[in-house]
């Protein structure tokens, strides 16, 4: 691709950080956390915009068409600004209006069908329909999946490329969340396009977290089951990871257990939890879905089907600025005082300071 057709906002060669308290709490001597939350949009999504609004630019094509649940629109909006593309968006619905406010910030249009995402029968028209429009203009639709979006896909399996460079996963685990099982995918594709250019790297276990009102591919996975299976409707509040269709379910499945990893399903509360105690505890800011990864692993824990002593991975998939009613409910947990005097403030300091 001609440099001058790259789209590149300074997405990936995010950090990974090392756990201060809540690994050392479970036990676990090596967890790391992999802040995606600091790409420029705030998320993941951005490898996947860098790698397809490059490729429209390449191709000449004005407009970029997609489906999103948030992210993928907020990113796909601020590298179609930066290109100079009309960026249209069907939007799920229920969307944080933190998302929602973060796309039309870089001037997309938003367009959200009652029951998109939620419900399966809504969401398959959609897209039909979608698919129908951009192929009568040469074009394709935008959906952060492999079975629709190949191309766009291979810029985040650069996420296990990173992983690999840092030398820390002889026999550990990464841990990722899944919605339709895209990124899942995207990591096990890289390791294993990593594996084929150095031979020796010893490919990590790669576990699916995802919700248990969205499981599609952890619970048959762990199951023994050879595919994934449809919902109904996605039962989950968890944004960005209500996709009742089987996307890129059953290939996540096959790589998964290939990889020695297995799925896990956990409650929205659980998740909440692990939201609020990665902001108090390693002062990592997420938004829910960022912190699901972080829910499996508590359980592999409980479970006892992970090594103390093997290096763990969890993906922090997104910004806690994403999703500001999560970000209420977690605020209050921790609440706020106000005080009538300086007198009053005082006292209360120095009550907290004995403990």
Avoid at 70 to 79: I, R, V
Avoid at 271 to 279: I, N
Wanted: hydrophobic share 40%.
């Amino acid at each position: 691709m001609e440099e001058g057709k790259r789209i590149f906002l300074g997405e990936g060669h995010t950090p990974l950080v090392r756990s201060r308290h809540l690994g050392p709490a479970m036990g676990l001597e090596h967890l790391y956390f992999k802040l995606e939350s600091i790409n420029p949009s705030g998320s993941y999504k951005d490898r996947f915009a860098a790698a397809l609004v490059s490729d429209l630019e390449s191709r000449n094509i004005p407009f970029c068409v997609a489906t999103s649940s948030g992210n993928t629109g907020a990113a796909l909006a601020a590298y179609c600004a930066a290109a100079g593309i009309s960026c249209f968006l069907a939007i799920v619905d229920g969307a944080p209006a933190g998302k929602l406010q973060q796309m039309q910030a870089y001037g997309a249009h938003t367009l959200m069908v009652r029951g998109f995402g939620k419900d399966r029968a809504t969401t398959d028209a959609v897209i039909s329909a979608l698919h129908a429009f951009t192929a009568d203009r040469a074009a394709q639709v935008a959906i952060s999946a492999y079975c629709y979006s190949p191309l766009a896909m291979s810029g985040v399996e650069t996420i296990a490329f990173e992983l690999a460079e840092e030398t820390l996963l002889h026999d550990g685990h990464v841990f990722v969340p899944a919605g339709g099982g895209g990124l899942t995918l995207a990591v096990i594709n890289g390791f294993s396009r990593w594996k084929a250019l150095h031979p020796s790297f010893h490919q990590p276990h790669i576990h699916c977290v995802q919700p248990e009102g969205n499981d599609t591919i952890a619970g048959p996975l762990r199951q023994g089951l050879m595919g994934a299976q449809k919902l109904a409707e996605s039962k989950t509040v968890v944004s960005g990871l209500q996709v009742p269709s089987i996307m890129d379910g059953d290939q996540v499945i096959a790589g998964c257990r290939a990889s020695g990893g297995t799925g896990f399903t956990v409650t929205d509360e659980a998740v909440f939890r692990c939201q609020y105690d990665l902001a108090t505890q390693e002062g990592i800011y997420a938004e829910p879905a960022g912190a699901v990864a972080l829910a499996g692993l508590r359980l592999a824990v409980q479970r006892r089907e992970i090594d103390s002593r093997s290096p763990a991975i969890c993906l922090v998939t997104g910004h806690g600025f994403k999703d500001p009613g999560a970000v209420e409910k977690m605020a209050r947990i921790s609440g706020g005082k106000y005080f009538e005097s300086v007198g009053g403030f005082m006292n209360y300091l120095k009550e907290q300071l004995k403990k």
